[in-house]
């Protein structure tokens, strides 16, 4: 049994004295302090290459293996799973195997895109295949996976087997939406539905699944768990929107990745689709830019950022997801009326497009 499950910080994480609402960076830290240890557990468990490269990656060692505190992503997910066990009337102590799988799994896709992307950093530092090597992140990648299931199932949860299969699922979707990402890259017909329906498969899912293992494990009944899972796929659909924004009009100092980066790549994310679309005078030429056989230029870079604004595509990307984060409170509500107030705050602050 995993050292973190008798620890008296995880027991007593539940009871609060001071039951004051919290901001979302206070969530955020107070789910960080319940999934860091279990987390680091459960790589410590895995064999040496794959530890050595995952330890690199979450930023706790360098490249030579030395203690490292390189910068850590937000844990969205893991937070998701708790606050939803919360929600139900279950503890965020039963649902810690639920948070620690879906953050092993969310970083095994992180790994994996790096590689298909081609991506040189990650939180400001070299990723994981630029220096080990794209078998050796690709293999660290499927042990991540594999850790996340053997989460799930360790402790002797009741919940386990729903769980097993509401990940599996859940990674299916991600699959099969990296892979229309990937196929979208050669192609210049998008159309702004089948580049809405590969977001909510590579993102949406798994939080909509983080929601979801939250919800079981915490004991919901099927309808609430049904319920949390679509809060969480619209909130995911939503994030997304907010971080394809990021990706065009981000500070390079808060996102990690230069400026203009998902149009240097000519990546097709959703604001570029909308406006490709649009049939708009700035659509013709962005395509123009978009479509062609050389690089972009810094100077194209900007230009195509202004014309996807032009188009209105990023007033519309804002928009849409506003209305999303409203059906996910809808979702949210008709499961869990009263207790769920902490999961609003955390999908407000996760949609803005500055977060």
């Given at each position: 049994m995993p050292a973190w499950k008798d620890d008296p910080a995880v027991v007593a994480c539940d009871h609060r004295p001071d039951q004051r609402a919290r901001s979302a960076a206070d969530i955020l830290r107070w789910s960080r302090s319940l999934l860091d240890p279990a987390l680091r557990d459960a790589v410590e468990s895995m064999p040496d290459a794959a530890r050595r490269i995952a330890a690199y990656h979450f930023g706790w060692r360098d490249e030579l293996g030395r203690p490292a505190a390189g910068p850590a992503g937000k844990a969205i997910r893991p937070a998701l799973a708790l606050l939803a066990a919360q929600a139900v009337g279950g503890t965020a102590a039963a649902a810690l195997p639920a948070a620690v799988a879906v953050e092993l799994a969310h970083n095994f896709s992180l790994l994996h895109d790096d590689v298909m992307d081609g991506d040189p950093t990650r939180r400001h530092r070299p990723t994981a295949w630029a220096v080990f090597g794209t078998n050796a992140?690709?293999?660290?990648?499927?042990?991540?996976?594999?850790?996340?299931?053997?989460?799930?199932?360790?402790?002797?949860?009741?919940?386990?087997?729903?769980?097993?299969?509401?990940?599996?699922?859940?990674?299916?979707?991600?699959?099969?939406?990296?892979?229309?990402?990937?196929?979208?890259?050669?192609?210049?017909?998008?159309?702004?539905?089948?580049?809405?329906?590969?977001?909510?498969?590579?993102?949406?899912?798994?939080?909509?699944?983080?929601?979801?293992?939250?919800?079981?494990?915490?004991?919901?009944?099927?309808?609430?768990?049904?319920?949390?899972?679509?809060?969480?796929?619209?909130?995911?659909?939503?994030?997304?929107?907010?971080?394809?924004?990021?990706?065009?009009?981000?500070?390079?100092?808060?996102?990690?990745?230069?400026?203009?980066?998902?149009?240097?790549?000519?990546?097709k994310s959703l604001p570029v689709v909308a406006a490709l679309t649009s049939g708009s005078p700035a659509a013709a030429e962005l395509a123009g830019l978009y479509f062609r056989d050389e690089p972009l230029t810094g100077g194209e870079t900007a230009r195509a950022a202004a014309l996807i604004e032009t188009a209105g595509a990023r007033d519309w990307a804002a928009a849409h997801a506003r209305v999303l984060l409203t059906e996910a409170r809808t979702h949210l509500n008709g499961a869990v009326p009263a207790p769920a107030a902490e999961l609003h705050t955390l999908a407000r602050l996760m949609t803005q497009h500055d977060h």
């Open positions: 992140a690709v293999l660290a990648g499927d042990a991540l996976l594999a850790a996340a299931y053997e989460a799930l199932a360790e402790g002797g949860s009741p919940a386990a087997a729903q769980g097993v299969r509401i990940l599996a699922r859940a990674v299916l979707d991600l699959v099969e939406g990296q892979s229309a990402d990937l196929a979208f890259e050669d192609r210049t017909d998008v159309t702004l539905d089948e580049c809405l329906a590969m977001a909510g498969r590579k993102t949406g899912a798994l939080m909509g699944a983080a929601c979801a293992l939250g919800a079981c494990y915490g004991g919901a009944s099927a309808d609430e768990t049904a319920r949390l899972r679509t809060f969480g796929e619209r909130f995911g659909l939503a994030f997304q929107l907010a971080d394809d924004l990021l990706g065009i009009w981000g500070d390079p100092a808060a996102t990690g990745k230069p400026v203009h980066s998902d149009l240097h790549n000519r990546k």
